[in-house]
């Protein structure tokens, strides 16, 4: 796999220092993701730059999941993130779990208590964010502050036993409630809660939190390098802290990168758990949510996910990233993978009258014309054909290059055929268009006399295979005020079912299978809805983007 970066960044650059000094004799990283849904594409990003800097030092990256809340984390959660890590190409070296260490964390929190650097506290959660203070105002000190060392000891314990209800008292650090860091006003290091964990059961009714919980995981499975999202920096000194006061025997270190974010694109678990919790999507997998496993049900490649986020590189500031680059790097990884094939979205019936009736050809194709050596496939041409509707018009605008009355276009990799008559129904609707063809037009005859300016494409209506076809658009409205609230900005029109056909040359396509449907786009067999008896494919990305790769400045 590659994940040879483009050019240096601050992360490599100190990793370098870090081993030609001998700070460190091996990297070390960690994906540290907390099993409380489902992986979305901005985790891809931290996945590729924790395992693919360790992979570049021939480090070690653990996948390691922070479940300190069991009333939000699940073993569902735990087996997706597993497949999804997975999927995108990449091995963990140990795979842990945050609930591996709560007793190694419990003794920590013994630890400080005994050192006189943390109390437990009476106040409730809006009394401890009530005295917290602001940017410009110092906290307040808790009137439990100041318990002895022997009452601290003996009331965290018996938190542990179970004696008090939650939200009775909790855990703080005992810092400083005058730092200009908030993160430093004695933050809670433990609450109560009386909940099933999914991994350790009713051992526990204390939980450590986050903050406190992952420097002593980084600093127990020997971390060298804690790669983090920019929104971290604030708690690096609360990081160091617990590192040092806890006297950990090996100290870690936080880096933090800019995060990714994707224009026209939800990415916040909790706003993707309402999605899925309110039935407004088809689960976490619904191929318009941007979860890994969305995308991967859609069709996208983990190698195109890769090389996305391999040009975004690793930088300090984050911003806005356009979706349609993602889109560029799925076109191009398919362009060279996909089978072409013909299949009508929305068919419309073309009937050629001068064609032998019960005759069928069998028509040689170039599977991918840009892979020769995918070589050949065979489609079946018969008297009636299956166009798209788009492709007729009865009353065409200037320029309509394609089928009308009286003009002739070729069917692609067949004939010539000309429109002659059309038949409508009782509302005037076209309901099938009538052609005559030329025999002496087939594709690969060498036929030069005459040329037409529009190709269509077609399936045999004699072997035609039913199909669901899903066509997708952004989930939410590009043009929709960003201070709505997202449910409001939702488009309507992000999902668009249509029954079409399929030509015999892939009725035997399976789940995952990708394919270019010529002058459609790419498409994937959907591998949750699809059945023997019944296709379905979902629209990957188009043929065409407006996005334009910015070129080097080379004048100069």
């Not at 800097?53 to 993130?81: C, H, M, Q």
């Not at 650097?117 to 439990?144: C, H, I, W």
């Not at 270019?516 to 043929?543: A, C, E, H, M, Y």
Request: glycine share 6%; hydrophobic share 35%; charged share 30%.
């Amino acid at each position: 796999m590659d994940t040879t970066p483009s050019s240096s960044d601050f992360i490599r650059e100190t990793i370098t220092e870090d081993l030609q000094a001998g700070r460190v004799s091996q990297v070390v990283t960690r994906f540290p993701p907390e099993p409380n849904g489902y992986l979305h594409i901005g985790h891809a990003k931290s996945i590729y730059i924790n395992f693919g800097v360790a992979d570049e030092y021939s480090g070690k990256t653990n996948l390691r999941f922070d479940d300190t809340n069991p009333l939000k984390e699940d073993s569902e959660y735990v087996n997706a993130i597993k497949e999804d890590v997975a999927w995108l190409g990449f091995e963990w070296d140990g795979l842990f779990f945050a609930s591996d260490y709560f007793e190694e964390m419990y003794n920590r929190a013994l630890l400080l208590i005994n050192k006189g650097k943390a109390y437990v506290d009476d106040q409730s959660a809006d009394q401890v964010r009530e005295t917290r203070g602001t940017l410009t105002e110092p906290g307040q000190n808790s009137p439990y502050r100041d318990r002895t060392v022997e009452e601290n000891l003996n009331l965290f314990e018996r938190m542990r036993r179970g004696e008090f209800g939650d939200g009775q008292k909790v855990l703080r650090a005992k810092i400083d409630m005058a730092s200009p860091n908030l993160n430093m006003r004695d933050p809670v290091l433990y609450r109560i809660s009386h909940a099933v964990h999914h991994n350790t059961g009713d051992k526990w009714c204390i939980y450590p939190m986050y903050a406190y919980a992952h420097p002593l995981e980084d600093a127990i499975e020997g971390v060298t390098h804690s790669l983090c999202t920019l929104e971290f920096k604030d708690q690096r000194p609360l990081y160091d802290w617990v590192v040092r006061e806890c006297e950990m025997p090996h100290v870690p270190h936080q880096y933090e990168f800019g995060r990714l974010n994707l224009s026209n694109t939800v990415m916040s678990k909790r706003y993707l758990k309402k999605l899925v919790d309110e039935k407004l999507v088809d689960g976490w997998d619904d191929p318009r949510m941007p979860t890994i496993s969305g995308l991967r049900r859609r069709g996208f490649t983990p190698e195109s996910i890769r090389s996305f986020v391999k040009e975004l590189g690793i930088t300090v500031a984050g911003g806005e990233v356009d979706y349609k680059l993602l889109e560029h790097h799925v076109r191009q990884d398919l362009n060279l993978r996909a089978p072409r094939t013909m299949a009508v979205i929305r068919p419309l019936k073309l009937v050629i009258t001068n064609y032998p009736e019960g005759q069928v050809e069998t028509l040689d194709v170039k599977i991918n014309p840009e892979v020769p050596e995918m070589g050949m496939a065979q489609v079946r041409f018969s008297r009636e054909v299956y166009i798209e509707q788009e492709d007729f018009m009865e009353v065409p605008p200037p320029k309509y290059h394609r089928l009308y009355p009286g003009n002739e276009v070729r069917l692609k990799d067949a004939y010539f055929v000309k429109c002659t008559d059309v038949i409508k129904d009782a509302d005037g609707n076209v309901v099938e268009v009538h052609c005559t063809y030329d025999p002496e037009t087939k594709s690969g005859s060498g036929f030069t006399g005459r040329k037409v300016k529009g190709t269509i494409h077609w399936v045999s209506c004699e072997s035609a295979i039913p199909a669901e076809i899903r066509l997708y658009e952004p989930m939410l409205q590009e043009d929709a005020d960003n201070a709505l609230p997202f449910d409001e900005r939702m488009n309507p029109d992000s999902l668009k079912v249509e029954q079409g056909y399929i030509g015999i040359d892939i009725k035997d396509a399976q789940p995952q299978e990708k394919f270019q449907f010529v002058r459609q786009g790419f498409f994937n067999v959907d591998p949750k809805d699809t059945t023997p008896d019944k296709k379905v494919f979902n629209l990957i990305v188009s043929l065409k983007s407006s996005f334009k790769i910015e070129q080097p400045n080379t004048k100069g």
